[in-house]
């Protein structure tokens, strides 16, 4: 039986290097708990399936910068000009959820920092909470007073899992640049590690067998290592075309392989689809 697979978003976090002297940029990469049934000790990006809340009635009202009919407009592929328009929720909620960073204004324009000591004992509060399923992520934003930032998040590319595995997912990946005044704080659960990384070196890693990944990250990286910088990512997030990546699982002498639509196999990348947790 073919599984339909669940909607997802991706958020692809980008800075420039901090090495002044290198022109290039760095993206966040997050290490699942080794523990985790999902793809555990792999390095991903940050991300999650949409909940029932990042499309509800009314969520529109938290969210500023894009709206329905141009969320529709950039995933016309969605199921419903709501649920698009939750990937943009989802891609900011699961952010914050895992790595502490909250792309959002005040209703006067003024950026979130979560700089100050006080702010960030509050919205680590708020993480806990939302972690633990004790707090919903647009209470949050009612509490605060605050609207996600839409319009910071890029669409990039798009992933489905291979048809006939027991759970699927369809993913949107974004693109966007890591607010300056925030920091990465990793769960310490679902994710036991982070680190900012130039996309060429993150690829030679995983070439030399230091870190794990799999096919989606991987091509993500090669596409943002032709990049010098986060500008220029965005630019081209801007403009392209994101046709939808299905890829195939097949036997080839003895072993799975992974093949992509235009035929390209990965033999020496074998495919890694485990279970997702229960609860994401």
Known sequence: MNTMPA?????VLLRPCREKSIQDIEVLLVLRNRQSSFVPGYHVFPGGSLDPEDYQPGVEGFVQGIDRPQ?????????????????????????????GILMARKKDG????????????????????LNKGEMKFLQ?????????????????????????????????????????DQSVVHDGVELTDHAWMRPSLALADYEAGKIGMVLPQIITLEELSRFKTVEEVIASARTRHVPATLTKIVQMDGKDVEVMPDGTIFENRPPVYSWPDENK
């Open 140 to 180: 949050m934003l009612e509490a605060e007073n605050i609207l996600i930032s839409g319009d910071r998040l890029h669409y990039f590319s798009h992933w489905i899992t291979p048809e006939f595995l027991p759970l699927r997912y369809d993913v949107r990946f974004f693109v966007t640049e890591a607010p300056e």
């Open 71 to 99: 969320a529709a407009r950039i995933l016309p592929d969605m199921s419903s000009p709501e649920k698009a328009l939750g990937s943009w929720v989802a891609g900011i909620r699961e952010t914050f959820e895992e790595v």
């Open 110 to 129: 003024t950026p979130i920092s979560i700089g100050l000591r006080e702010e960030r004992q509050r919205f680590t509060r708020y993480r806990q909470l």
């Open 7 to 11: 909607d997802a978003s991706t958020v």
